[in-house]
Nanobody, 122 residues
Framework: QVQVVESGGGSVQAGGSLRLSCAAS????????ITWFRQAPGKEREEVAS???????YYAESVKGRFTLSHDNAKNTVYLQMNSLKPEDTAMYYC????????????????WGQGTQVTVSS
């Protein structure tokens, strides 16, 4: 069964850090695109960061320089290190996967995690 499971969300003050994990099962992440999306209340789900075949990465402008993707082959897990967090980063964060190129379009992703909440207070 192909699935991804997120963990690592929480509440922090502005300027703090969190690390989100996306554990993949039923497939190997380095043969797929793994994308972190986020959705704040009343807003559309947006692409935050993506990694394709374990190497090629993309970051949204709003998080570039603050968020970093990494991965652990042995654990089949992709991480999103989030530093210098801002209140506007508050959202539900979702990990999603698809075979093939990263597109950033939610409709292209067939496998989604349940989401993990990130709350940043000022």
């Amino acid at each position: 069964q192909v699935q991804v499971v997120e963990s690592g969300g929480g509440s922090v003050q502005a300027g703090g850090s969190l690390r989100l994990s996306c554990a993949a099962s039923g497939f190997t992440y380095w043969r797929a695109c793994i994308t972190w999306f986020r959705q704040a209340p009343g807003k559309e789900r947006e692409e935050v960061a993506s990694i394709y075949t374990g190497s090629s990465t993309y970051y949204a402008e709003s998080v570039k320089g603050r968020f970093t993707l990494s991965h652990d082959n042995a654990k089949n897990t992709v991480y999103l290190q989030m530093n210098s967090l801002k209140p506007e980063d508050t959202a539900m964060y979702y990990c999603a996967s698809r075979l093939g190129l990263c597109t950033g379009r939610t409709l292209d992703f067939g496998t989604w995690g349940q989401g993990t909440q990130v709350t940043v207070s000022s």
